[in-house]
């Protein structure tokens, strides 16, 4: 959990995924439309993606992908964010861990 409390806390955004997931890809998608650019790790393409993924799942990330860091605070998955994105609370969040200007 060390290692990913460390991948989180160095970007405003950070998404853990997985190359072949469609719900990553449309959160991640919903932040380029926000002119967000976070950091993604692929956990099927990164050295030791298993064990991250394991470490997630101990932090209550269920499913596993994508889940979502802002600010360097576990956000939640798909369902959260599109839930924060439809009451407008997603872009101050976003704001307010320096990763998208007025």
């Not at 994105?85 to 320096?98: E, I, N, T, Y």
Request: net charge neutral.
């Amino acid at each position: 959990m060390d290692r990913v409390s460390k991948m989180v806390s160095e970007k405003p955004v950070v998404i853990f995924s997985k190359s072949s997931c469609c719900m990553s890809h449309t959160i991640r998608s919903l932040f380029a439309e926000f002119g967000v650019n976070p950091t993604v790790y692929e956990l099927d393409e990164i050295p030791r993606g298993r064990e991250v993924e394991q470490a997630l799942s101990r932090l209550g990330c269920n499913p596993t992908v994508p889940a979502v860091f802002i600010g360097g605070e576990f956000v939640g998955g798909a369902n959260e964010i599109m839930s924060l994105h439809l009451k407008r609370s997603l872009k101050p969040m976003l704001q307010g861990a320096g990763a998208l200007w007025v």
